[in-house]
């Protein structure tokens, strides 16, 4: 479904990503693991489009065989990607029913948008004065976080990537995430960029895949999380 090819990525002159591919499958939730400043978040921008980052003219994003790699973000959105920001910023004067209005431009009367957001923001536990207020405005970091997989459920991604939606969340919030994800990912890539297993201890991954400095270094299943929780990075 996602088949990214040769990626290269550089800011500047500065070559952050280097030669990664990977063949993301449907049905499957992935995990990206990897020492700070190895790439993931460069990775997850890069798939959605970025402008910061120049890619290489052998790079190519693959979405259900359509090759989306010079399309701009909003045009990757509209044909299922989905990216929820490790640092989700602030938007003053847009809400966030205003900004699903948008970004569904149409497909959703406002009625049955709302009544949807409305209804996934229950499950999300997400308070109703929240839901008011511009984007993120004051929003604590797990506020933040959660309005974040608001919009995806709002927006039926196919391909779902949540870089570290499991950060500055607490608790009882990573479990209500947790939960919602065990009927979200039906029909879905999902790739969880994290750097714990907490989240791991609710949901299942098929792959976990480790970068570091840039590459693909290693690949395997859920067993390889343990080998990283006793060895750490340092040694694969
Ligand atoms: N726009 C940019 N300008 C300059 N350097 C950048 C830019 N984006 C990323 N980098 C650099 O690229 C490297 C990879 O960054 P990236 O954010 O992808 O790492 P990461 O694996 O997500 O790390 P973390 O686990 O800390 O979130 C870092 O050294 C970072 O400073
Ligand atoms: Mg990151």
């Known amino acids: 479904m996602l088949d990214i090819q040769h990626l290269t990525a550089r800011v500047q002159s500065k070559t952050i990503l280097k030669d990664f591919s990977y063949n993301f499958k449907d049905d499957s939730i992935y995990v990206i693991m990897g020492p700070n400043g190895s790439g993931k978040s460069t990775l997850a921008n890069c798939i959605m489009g970025h402008p910061h980052y120049s890619l290489d003219s052998k790079s190519r994003i693959i979405l259900d065989k359509k090759n989306v790699t010079d399309l701009s973000p909003d045009k990757r959105a509209k044909a299922g990607i989905f990216l929820s920001f490790q640092s989700p910023l602030s938007l ?120 570091k400095d840039g590459s693909l270094v290693k690949e395997g299943g859920k067993e390889l999380l343990s080998v990283i929780e006793e060895k750490g990075f340092e040694n694969l």
């Open 92 to 211: 003053q004067g847009v809400t966030v029913f205003q900004l699903l209005r948008v970004a569904l431009a149409g497909k959703q009367g406002a009625y049955e948008l709302k009544k949807e957001m409305l209804r996934e923001a229950k499950k999300l536990k997400i308070r109703s004065d929240i839901l008011e207020r511009s984007l993120n405005d004051g929003s604590s970091g797990g506020e933040r976080k959660k309005i974040e997989v608001l919009q995806a459920a709002v927006l039926h991604p196919k391909v779902a990537i949540f870089d570290e939606v499991d950060t500055g969340v607490d608790v009882d919030a990573l479990k209500t995430i947790s939960t919602f994800m065990k009927t979200f990912k039906k029909n879905k890539t999902i790739i969880f960029i994290t750097h714990n297993s907490r989240i791991l201890k609710y949901i299942s991954p098929d792959k976990v895949l480790i970068l």
